[in-house]
Nanobody
């Protein structure tokens, strides 16, 4: 059983930074895409960032336009943890942030965490 868990959310002010963490039990993240999504009140869930790395350490990352230049996704193999560093936060970043990974590299995101709330005040 693969379980994904997010942490690190909170209430911050506009311009502040926050780092979210995503850990997994039951399987290593290595070799599978791990992504962050977010869902703001009244809006659909949207993609934020994704990282994929292989056993040789080559990373592949992707970002939503809203995250480029402000957010950085990274990983720590030893801790089986993926991070989302968020800088220059704005009230528009307020949402529940979810971490997800896949059962198969080319499949859908099957394993989701419960989400962590990020609230940015103006």
């Amino acid at each position: 059983q693969v379980q994904v868990e997010e942490s690190g959310g909170g209430l911050v002010q506009a311009g502040d930074s926050l780092r979210l963490s995503c850990s997994a039990s039951g399987r290593s993240f290595s070799g599978y895409p791990v992504a962050w999504f977010r869902q703001a009140p009244g809006k659909d869930r949207e993609f934020v960032a994704r990282i994929l790395w292989n056993y040789w350490g080559a990373d592949s990352t992707a970002y939503a336009d809203s995250a480029k230049g402000r957010f950085t996704i990274s990983r720590d193999d030893a801790k089986n943890t993926v991070y989302l560093q968020m800088n220059s936060l704005t009230p528009e970043d307020t949402a529940v942030y979810y971490c997800a990974t896949k059962r198969a590299v080319d499949g859908a995101y099957d394993y989701w965490g419960q989400g962590t709330q990020v609230t940015v005040s103006s």
